[in-house]
């Protein structure tokens, strides 16, 4: 059996100027990055058009050692639509070098369902995170020199909240302490690094609508409060110029090909368990310029990535899912079942029993909390038989959604045509989305509404630090914003090991953050980390490249 890569080496890709010339870009827009991945010039966007694309979102279960395949379904239904005859585009986000090199490993898609080159995209790609990188750490070097050479705003060196940032799992770098080695080497104090896909910088060029609103939205990032407790902005540093300036080709969408030549755009790449989860609005709208159908997902479980991208990006944006694809995996929800991962090729109809309201819950909440139309998409295994997959319908269908089998791994787009066939029907269904929480709502409220409507937890619980940071958030003008939870992946409540559909449980906050540039007000619960840790044996230890250039390990 071929591995991900050889199948992505083994593809016969087009020239991307082919690719984007199929899809109608015209080459005045394009800016190649070699043969096959071109950057895409926004401001076609601004162009007058009546054009009115269906968005397709895709989202899954919470993630499990078994994995789900939420990529590869939604490369493989872009596929399956364009077998149709339907004119469809994907809008993805870029993998971070901090999963490719841990545990996860790449997010180009897998087997026949992929998005290439793959090794391209799964590592420097066209250098957008380094760019995001380099304007982060513009910020804090400014920050930094500023209170260095007087500070004449009062910093308050304690009360300093924006970080440096590198775009890998380095768990070494959490905390350090910088500026030691005397007085010309700048003011010693605590310190840390994110990863770059948690940053404030991340969020803002994948919610940015043009370089005006980027460097408005830069210019609002808060990254210290004064000795009198005003909060201190990158534009009372005058560094949102410089930043743009960085960030400015970055901005401009990535465009890629599936292995069947469907157009990608693959830009932006917010993780969901620490960030809001979901690729570029300019990749999304370009996908719906370019396509009558655009297919895009936002990550992890639908508790996570799915509300952000409803709560957040459609908030701020205007955008709306016409219908929504939950994947699902047989072995995945045997897993919440209580099936060790040894066992889960082996047939378990109580154990699916058991794990299947981890699936129906976020059914619920596509339907009840969100009003959007959905279907199952059952990511199919070898070992899947009929039994299972036939227990899996029923109970879908037993609160009215239906079921459709993903093979896209095995067989591309011929392995959704049925899927396909199920979003097209649903896409046409009238539908209103709903938000969990109401414009304007206080941050509190905001979050218990998620945690209660979404998670089905009891309540939120405040530390007594996020009590605090809640206060000074209204009293800075903040108390009202949206809100970004970072939460673990796998379960809905803030407990990683309470899989399924837990009950009877409460969210605790243990710290809020403003993220003002990008519009949201960050809050963090339970043990998650801005900065993960590579795993006891990475993946980085299996990737090789050998004297002619071939990558090998990637997956």
Known sequence: MLTDIEIAHAAETLPIAEVARAAGVDAGHLIPYGYDKAKVDYTLLNEPSEHKAKLVLVTAINPTPAGEGKTTT??????????????????????????????????????????????????????????????????????????????????????????????????????????????????????????????????????????????????????????????????????????????????????????????????????????????????????????????????????????????????????????????????????????????????????LRAGLPNLLRHVGNIQDVFGLPCVVAINRFPTDTEVELELIREECERVGVNVRLSEVWARGGEGALELADEVMRLVEEPSTLRFAYEDGADVADALTAIATKVYHADGVDFTPAAKRQLAELRANGFGNLPVCVAKTQYSFSDDAKKLGAPEGFRITVRELKVSAGAGFVVALTGNVLTMPGLPKVPAAEAIDVDDNGVITGLF
């Open 74 to 351: 939604t490369i493989g239904l872009a596929d399956a639509l364009r077998r149709r005859g339907i004119r469809s585009a994907v809008a993805l986000r870029e993998p971070s070098l901090g999963p490719v090199f841990g545990m996860k490993g790449g997010a180009a898609g897998g087997g026949y369902a992929q998005v290439v080159p793959m090794e391209d995209i799964n590592l420097h790609f066209t250098g957008d995170f380094h760019a995001i990188g380099a304007a982060n750490n513009l910020l804090a070097a400014m920050l930094d020199n500023h209170i260095q050479q007087g500070n004449a705003l009062g910093i308050d060196v304690k009360r300093i909240t924006w970080k440096r940032v590198v775009d890998m799992n380095d768990r070494q770098l959490r905390h350090v302490v910088d500026g030691l080695g005397g007085k010309a080497q700048g003011v010693p104090r605590e310190d840390g690094f994110d990863i770059t896909v948690a940053s404030e910088v991340m969020a803002i060029l994948c919610l940015a609508t043009s370089i005006s609103d980027l460097k408005r939205r830069l210019g609002e990032i808060v990254v210290a409060y004064s000795y009198t407790g005003e909060p201190v902005r990158a534009c009372d540093l005058h560094a949102q110029g410089a930043m743009a300036a960085l960030l400015k080709d970055a901005l401009k969408p990535n465009l890629v090909q599936t292995l069947e030549h469907t157009p990608a755009f693959v830009h932006g790449g917010p993780f969901a368990n620490i960030a809001h989860g979901c690729n570029s609005v300019m990749a999304t709208r370009m996908a719906m310029h370019f396509g009558d159908v655009a297919i895009t997902e936002a990550g992890f479980g639908a508790d996570l990535g799915a509300e952000k991208f409803l709560d957040i990006k459609c908030r701020m944006t205007g955008l709306a899912p016409d219908a929504v694809v939950v994947v699902a995996t047989a072995r995945a929800l045997k897993y919440n079942g209580g099936v060790a991962k040894a066992d889960l090729n082996t047939e378990n109809l109580d154990a």
